[in-house]
C-alpha cells in the first residue's frame, strides 16, 4: 500500500540524505531510526487509521446485510435508491 504512494519514495529519499554521524553501523541505526518516526506520522497522515476504518466498513456491511435479510433486497435497494 505504501509503495503505491506518490510520496512515499521520496520520503525515504529525504529520511536517508539526512546526516548522521558515527559509525558506518551508528549511521544506519539513525536512518532507520528516523525513518521509523517518520513513517509512523506520514501512515497516520496519509491512511489514518487503517483497523478502524475496516472495523466501521464491516459494520455498515453487517447492517446492509441485516436490513436486506429483514425487507428483502428489491425493497431494500428501491430505499437506497
Given amino acids: 500500500m505504501w509503495s503505491y504512494h506518490n510520496n512515499y519514495s521520496n520520503l525515504i529519499k529525504t529520511v536517508w540524505r539526512k546526516q ?3 559509525s558506518s ?3 544506519l541505526i539513525q536512518k532507520i ?3 521509523k518516526s517518520e513513517l509512523k506520522v506520514w ?3 496519509i491512511f489514518g487509521d487503517i483497523h ?3 472495523k466501521d466498513l464491516v459494520a455498515k456491511l453487517d447492517e446492509i446485510q441485516y436490513n436486506i435479510n429483514i425487507i428483502g433486497y428489491s425493497k ?3 430505499l437506497i435508491a
Fill in 25 to 27: 553501523m551508528q549511521i
Fill in 33 to 35: 531510526k528516523i525513518l
Fill in 20 to 22: 548522521t554521524l558515527g
Fill in 52 to 54: 478502524n476504518q475496516v
Fill in 76 to 78: 431494500w435497494y428501491f
Fill in 43 to 45: 501512515n497516520k497522515n
